[in-house]
C-alpha cells in the first residue's frame, strides 16, 4: 500500500476483488453491525497452530461476532451453517493472526534516524536527545499509528507495547482495531512524559484503572529494566501489576553490559537478581532474554515467565543471540518481538519469524534447530503464551478471540507449496497477507487497510521528518 | 503479483498509473524499435553506487539504447535532452539494478521441498534423487523461468548460477530479459545431464562458444567444489576458462567438513589448495568462502578473486559466518548471493542485504561492522567487482548499462526517510521495487512484470508439485 496512491489502488482492487470473483464478502460495517450473525472464511488451508499441529486442507473457520465458532473442512462447515455468508479463501493459507510480543511502536518516527553506530553513542548522540526534544503526544499519536497500521497491515493482530504517553498508544490501537498489551514504561530517570517515579506510578495506576476490562487492550506495568530501576521500584511496579492483576514487561539479561552491571552490583546475574526481589513469576514479559545461564534457564521455566525474543534487533544493537533452543527445550513460553522500529528498523515480524528459524541453526551448527513449525509457533501460539493469552489468541480454535490472517501463497517468490510451514516461513512476506481480521473485525482486505486516512498520516510523518533531519548521524 | 490474478492485476495497474498522472512513459516496445533516442527517468533521488557514494536528490539518468548517457540533476537533464521522453520517478529511489552472485535457479521448483533437515539427509534422501528422478531440460526451463521472474520482479537484474543443462537457463535468461553469468556444473559423479566429465567437457566448451560475446548472457566455466571435482578436472576446468576468457565459477570452503576433508587429503585448506593448483586468480568467482584462514583472506585478495556471500543460505544449511567484515578490509570483491531456492527458500536480494548488515555485526558484538552503504555496496558494485564487470554494471554512472531499479519508498514500513542506504537496506523489501530496466528495456513497470505469461508459468509449476510433493520430507 502506499501513501499516494491509496485511493486509485482501493478503487482499483475493489475493481480486482469483483473481477476475479471472490464472492460477496460482508463489508466490516455491515457485519458490525450483525454481531451475532455466523459467516465463515471457506477453502484455505487452514493453519491453526493447535496444540496438535492440525493443518486443514480445504479448511474454514466460522466466525461469530469476535470469536471463532467453529474450525474444519469447507464442506462440514458449509453443512453446518448453510445460510452464513462466506469469504472465499480459495488458494490462500489461512492462520492465526501474528503476534508482536515486544516493541516501542511510537519510535517508528525515529526509523533510521541513525543506524550502524555505538549503542553509547546512538543513545546519547541521538536517541535520548530527540526523545526529550521530540517525545510529546502528538509524537507518540503518530508514530503509534503509523506503526499500527504498518504492523495490521502485515498481518500483526497483536503487540505488546511499552513507551511514554501510553494512553495515547491503548487509544489508537484501539482505533486502529488492533489487540495490545500496553505498559507504560517506568524508569529512574524524567521521562517524556512523567517527570518523577511518583508521577509515572499515579499515571500508571490512573491508565490501568482506565483500560482494565477493555476487549482488546491489555493495560501492563512496564518497568524498563533492572539497570535504570532501583530494586524497591522494581518491587513497587510488581505490587502495582499484582494488585491490579495485569502483565508486569521487563527488558531483561539483553546485552552483556547489562550482566555485568548487576553482577558488579548485586553478585547475581540479572534473572538472577529480579527473582531474588520476588518479581519473577508468570505475569513477567521479559523482552530479549539474550543472556540467560543455564540455572537461569531453568529458573525463568519454573517460574512461568515468558520471553519475547527479538532476533533482528539483537543482531543489529549487536546483543547477542539468545540461546533460544534452550529456552524452548525447557519448556519456556518464547513469542517473538521486533523491538522498537528505531533499532530494527521495521514492524514486521516475518523476517523475525525467518531470521529466528535461520540465526539459530548457524550458531548452533545444526540446520534441525529451530524448524519452520517452531518458528511459526513463536510468532503465533507460543506469543501468545508468552502473554498469559492462550486462552483467547494464538491460534484457531473453538471460542477463541477471531484474531486471523489469510496469505496469498500464489507469489513466484512461494511457488510451489509443499509445506504450508515452509512456505510461510522460509517464503512469505508481509506484502502477501491479503486480510486481518481481530476481534472478529476485518480491517485489512485484498492487502489493502480499510478505512484509514493514509494520506493524512503520511502528511504527519512527513512534518515529523522535515524537524527530525537535522538530527541525523551516520558514520 | 500474482499468477491468478494477473490480467485483472496489471489492467488496474494501468488505470492506476494513469489516474496517478504518472506521465506518458513510452512503452517497452517503443523504446526496443528507437534505440538511438534518449529518455529520461527524472525527479527521484539516485543512489548511483559510484565511488564517491553520490546520491543526487531530484535527480536524473538519461538512458540511450541500452547504455547509460548522463546522471546528474533532473533539472540539467531536462536542459541537456530537452525533447527526451520523461518517466517520473518523483518520490522514489533509483539505484542500480541489484547483483546476486551466486544461485542455481532451476531449483526454485524444489523450494520447501525439505527444509531443517541434517545435511547428508536433506541431500542424500531429497535433493539427490528429486534431481536423478526430475532435472531435464524441462524441468530446467520451467524452474530458471520461475527464478527469473522472482528475481526480476524483485529488482534483481544480474545472476550468476550453475547448474545443469546451462544453455536452457542462458536461453531463458536471455528470453526474459536479464542479465545473467552462466555456468554448467562440472562435477565428478554422473549429472542429470553429462554423464562423463569429457561429456561434460564437451558441453561445456560448444555453451562457450555459443554465448561468448552475447550482450547480456556471459558463458563460464563452473566446476562443481574442490571435494567433488579431481585436482586433474579443476585443472582442465581452468584451462578452458583461460582457453575461452570467461569466469570461473567455484563453490570454495563453504563447511567445516570441506575444510576437514581437504585438509586430510592434500594437507592444505581449500583456498591453499586451489591456489597450490594455479586456478586462484581474477577470473574465480568463489561462492560462500565461509571457512578462509586469515592467511587464505590474503591469499584471496592477492589473488583478485572474487566473491559470493550467502548469509541466508549459510544460516539456513548451518555451514557457518563467513568473515565478511575481515574480507572487505582486505579489499576483496564481496557481493551477494541467495544460493539456490531449495536452501533458502527463495531469491530475494533485499533479504540477503538486510541480513548481511545485521548478522556480522551480532557476530562481532559491533554495531558498526557492515554498514547499510556498505551492504549495499556488496549487492551492487561490489557483486560487480566479483563477477568482474564493473565496467558495465553496478552503479549508475555515464557508459555504463543501463541496469537500474526504482523503488517506492512511500510503503509504512519504510517511513520516514531519513538516509536512503538506511531505507533500502533495513526497510524495503522486494515488493516495494516498481520498475525493473535491463539493458535499457523496462521488465517490470509498476511493480508488474511485463510481457510473460504467468499463468502458463503457475500451470507448469503445479504440474511439478504434483510430481514432486511424494518425495517432500519433513521432521
Same mark, same amino acid.
Given at each position: &500500500?502506499?501513501? @499516494?496512491?491509496l ?20 463489508? #466490516? ?20 497452530m =493447535? %496444540?496438535? %499441529?492440525?493443518?486443514?486442507?480445504? +479448511?474454514?473457520?466460522?466466525i ?25 479463501? /480459495? ?5 492465526? $493472526? ?8 511510537? *519510535? ?21 536527545? @530527540? ?30 507495547? *511499552?513507551?511514554y504517553f ?27 512524559d512523567?517527570?518523577?517515579?511518583? =508521577? ?6 490512573r ?5 482494565? %476490562? ?14 535504570? !530501576? ?15 492483576? !495485569? ?15 548487576i553482577?558488579?552490583?548485586?553478585? *547475581? ?48 544493537? @549487536? ?6 533452543p534452550? &529456552? ?15 533499532s ?9 519469524? =525467518? ?10 551448527? /545444526? ?10 509457533? *513463536? ?8 502473554? +498469559? &493469552? ?7 480454535? !473453538? ?31 508481509? #506484502? ?6 481481530? =476481534? ?5 482486505? $485484498? ?8 494520506? %493524512?498520516?503520511?502528511? #504527519? !510523518? ?14
Amino acid at each position: &500500500m502506499r501513501f @499516494a496512491t491509496l485511493l486509485p489502488v482501493v478503487a482499483s482492487c475493489a475493481i480486482l476483488v469483483l473481477s476475479c470473483g471472490e464472492g460477496s464478502a460482508p463489508a #466490516a460495517a455491515d457485519r458490525e453491525t450483525q454481531p451475532d450473525g455466523v459467516w465463515l472464511l471457506s477453502g484455505g488451508t487452514v493453519v491453526t497452530m =493447535d %496444540g496438535q %499441529g492440525s493443518v486443514i486442507e480445504a +479448511g474454514a473457520v466460522a466466525i461469530r461476532g469476535s470469536r471463532i465458532e467453529a474450525v474444519g473442512t469447507a464442506a462440514d462447515l458449509g453443512e453446518r451453517f448453510p445460510g452464513a455468508e462466506v469469504r472465499s479463501a /480459495d488458494g490462500r493459507i489461512v492462520l492465526p $493472526g501474528l503476534i508482536n510480543t515486544h516493541t516501542h511502536v511510537p *519510535m517508528a518516527l525515529f526509523r533510521g534516524l541513525a543506524d550502524d553506530l555505538p549503542l553509547k553513542e546512538w543513545l546519547e548522540d541521538v536517541i535520548f536527545p @530527540a526523545e526529550a526534544e521530540y517525545v510529546d503526544e502528538e509524537f507518540v499519536r503518530w508514530g503509534t499509528r503509523l506503526g499500527c497500521l504498518e504492523m495490521l497491515r502485515g498481518g500483526t493482530t497483536t503487540f505488546v507495547d *511499552m513507551y511514554y504517553f501510553e494512553d495515547v498508544i491503548a487509544e489508537e490501537a484501539e482505533r486502529c482495531g488492533a489487540r495490545a498489551v500496553v505498559g507504560e514504561s517506568l524508569i529512574d530517570f524524567p521521562a517524556p512524559d512523567n517527570k518523577s517515579w511518583e =508521577d509515572a506510578i499515579a499515571y500508571t495506576e490512573r491508565f490501568l484503572v482506565r483500560w482494565k %476490562g477493555h476487549d482488546r487492550i491489555t493495560p501492563a506495568v512496564a518497568p524498563h529494566a533492572p539497570y535504570t !530501576v532501583s530494586a524497591e521500584h522494581l518491587q513497587a511496579a510488581h505490587e502495582l501489576a499484582v494488585r491490579h492483576d !495485569v502483565p508486569l514487561i521487563l527488558h531483561l539479561a539483553e546485552d552483556m553490559s547489562e550482566v555485568d552491571e548487576i553482577l558488579e552490583r548485586t553478585g *547475581m546475574r540479572p534473572v538472577e537478581y529480579v527473582d531474588h526481589l520476588g518479581i519473577l513469576d508468570d505475569r513477567m514479559i521479559a523482552n530479549h532474554v539474550v543472556w540467560p545461564s543455564p540455572s537461569e534457564i531453568e529458573l525463568l521455566a519454573e517460574r512461568g515467565v515468558g520471553v519475547a525474543h527479538c532476533p533482528q534487533s539483537n543482531m543489529k544493537v @549487536a546483543a547477542g543471540v539468545a540461546p533460544v533452543p534452550e &529456552m524452548l527445550a525447557a519448556g519456556i513460553a518464547v513469542g517473538l518481538g521486533t523491538d522498537g522500529p528505531a533499532s530494527n528498523n521495521d514492524l514486521d515480524l516475518w523476517e523475525e519469524i =525467518d531470521t529466528a528459524a535461520k540465526l539459530h541453526k548457524v550458531i548452533k551448527s /545444526d540446520p534441525t534447530v529451530v524448524s519452520a513449525e517452531e518458528a511459526l509457533t *513463536m510468532a503465533t501460539i507460543g506469543g501468545a503464551r508468552a502473554l +498469559g &493469552m492462550e486462552a483467547d489468541i494464538g491460534s484457531l480454535e !473453538v471460542g477463541k478471540r477471531a484474531d486471523l490472517i489469510v496469505v496469498d501463497p500464489r507469489g513466484l517468490h512461494q511457488q510451489p507449496i509443499y509445506d504450508p510451514y515452509s512456505t510461510l516461513v522460509y517464503s512469505t512476506k508481509s #506484502a502477501d497477507v491479503e486480510t486481518v481480521i481481530v =476481534d472478529g473485525r476485518v480491517l485489512v482486505e $485484498g492487502g489493502e487497510l480499510l478505512s484509514e486516512d493514509l494520506e %493524512g498520516v503520511r502528511v #504527519a !510523518v512527513e512534518r515529523y521528518r522535515e524537524r527530525l533531519a537535522g538530527l541525523r548521524t551516520r558514520p
